[in-house]
């Protein structure tokens, strides 16, 4: 599979026949096959096969969690021979877990490297934010968080507490208390009114004041947790100055910062950890989707050493022994020091900006670009109002799936046409799937005409 063929309508027969078994049988909160009604049937670097033979580009790629695509071979060979020898390890020592925490160490920034602690976390993400605030609570001594508006740090419970959406929390009682919310300071220039950019607002001045201030309302904060780009929140990429007095204000105050690495980790930015364009140093920072290279469940924290209020047993979890995980995210981490995979996250990152530019010129429906690396988002507005328009991003979602393009939508309102492509898709495919949108936003001007 080395390019987009669509054999049959979308969804074909054999995909519309498993998508109804399991809506039968799953709960009802499946989430992309509402909106990307297919089946899947086998993947191999950029590109999926469902059911019916259709050939798709995955611009997906597993919710960011393949950096090397689908099947990578060196990866899987190591999975297959690591297999036949120990799966689970628990938190015991073994070969695999020392390898994978080499690599993983040996990707900071050298200046950093033995600066920080790896705490093996359960399988999720959200499972490594859970240890953080529990790290952070325990190291201060404090017990409220600051989260920022328009951020996502997952569905357990304290996760879900610091989490911005407010349709998520609907319905669920008894979240994490002491979580206050502020303005995010981002480099948008979006005209919308539900987003404060660092040009509407001085979201770091109100940060400041509110710890300052004894009478702002705040108790006791333990941590400031942040995203550098906020993936679900609309691909708001955070102000350098913003940034820098975050930080600034965590350590005037004693406050532990938290940076959720989840998503923008393992180089989906362009460097390892998006921290690093920042030159910041985190106290505790968590990672997950890319760690294992190939989708299997990992997450991490890494914690400064000077930490020490993490006594034995303090927050386990059966399967952080994965020593699957252990053995791909090591080999993947291979190949991407061999092959320069970085190196391409930045040369595919400014092709697929100047593509997107260029449809911008000839389509009024784009509105900003957004994003680092490639981790970037498309704004679909009404050109009429300037507002973001959620008919017409679905539209083009619809459309772009029915030609072979699998993408996302996300933001406020599903109006963002999120792009997470694997980091080492080729000039080609960008090409192909830019190719693949001017198609569809020409069809969307020509249903325009006849309306």
Not at 23 to 39: C, D, G, Q
Not at 209 to 232: C, F, K, M, R, T
Not at 412 to 439: C, F, K, M, Q, W
Request: aromatic residues 6%; proline residues 4%.
């Amino acid at each position: 599979m080395d390019r987009i063929r669509i054999a049959s309508e979308v969804p074909g027969p054999r995909s519309q026949q498993a998508l109804a078994r399991q809506h039968e049988r799953e709960s009802t909160a499946v989430s992309y096959p509402k909106r990307l009604p297919i089946s899947l049937a086998r993947g191999q670097g950029c590109y999926v096969q469902d059911l019916d033979g259709n050939v798709f580009i995955d611009f997906l790629a597993g919710a960011g969690s393949l950096p090397l695509g689908h099947c990578p071979e060196d990866v899987v060979g190591e999975v297959i021979e690591q297999v036949g020898t120990l799966c689970m390890g628990l938190d015991f020592p073994t070969v695999a877990k020392e390898r994978f925490t080499d690599a993983h160490l040996g990707m900071l920034p050298a200046h950093l490297r033995e600066d920080y602690r790896v705490h093996f976390c359960g399988p999720t993400g959200a499972d490594a934010v859970e240890a953080a605030i529990k790290l952070a609570k325990a190291t201060t001594g404090a017990d409220e968080i600051i989260s920022f508006r328009g951020g996502y740090h997952g569905c357990t419970n304290g996760a879900l507490s610091l989490t911005g959406n407010r349709a998520m929390k609907r319905n669920v009682a008894g979240r994490m208390p002491g979580v206050h919310f502020l303005p995010f300071g981002s480099t948008s220039q979006s005209s919308r009114s539900a987003v404060l950019s660092a040009s509407q607002v001085d979201a770091a001045l109100l940060l400041e004041s509110a710890l300052d201030d004894v009478n702002s309302g705040l108790g006791n904060v333990a941590a400031i947790i942040l995203e550098l780009v906020q993936g679900e929140g609309g691909v708001y990429v955070a102000d350098q100055q913003f940034v820098e007095r975050v930080a600034a204000a965590a350590r005037k105050h004693g406050v532990m910062l938290i940076v959720d690495e989840i998503q923008t980790g393992c180089g989906r930015t362009g460097s390892w950890y998006a921290f690093e364009q920042y030159a910041i140093a985190p106290d505790i920072f968590v990672t997950s989707k890319g760690t294992s290279g190939i989708g299997l469940p990992s997450s991490l924290m890494f914690y400064n050493k000077r930490l020490n209020n993490w006594p034995s047993g303090s927050h386990i979890g059966t399967f952080r022994g994965n020593q699957l995980a252990f053995v791909a995210g090591a080999r993947a981490i291979d190949v991407i020091r061999r092959e320069n995979v970085l190196g391409n996250v930045q040369a595919r990152s400014a092709q697929l900006i100047e593509g997107f530019q260029a449809l911008r010129s000839e389509h009024p429906q784009i509105g900003e670009i957004r994003g680092l690396g490639l981790m970037l988002g498309v704004e679909i507005i009404d050109p009429a109002t300037g507002e973001a328009c959620e008919k017409t991003a679905a539209w083009i979602q619809c459309k772009a799936l029915q030609a072979g393009l699998i993408t996302e939508l996300g933001g406020r309102d599903d109006t963002i046409l999120r792009v997470l492509p694997p980091l080492n898709v080729s000039e080609y495919t960008i090409t192909e799937a830019l190719g693949v949108l001017g198609r569809v936003l020409a069809a969307y001007a020509v249903s325009q005409e006849r309306e």
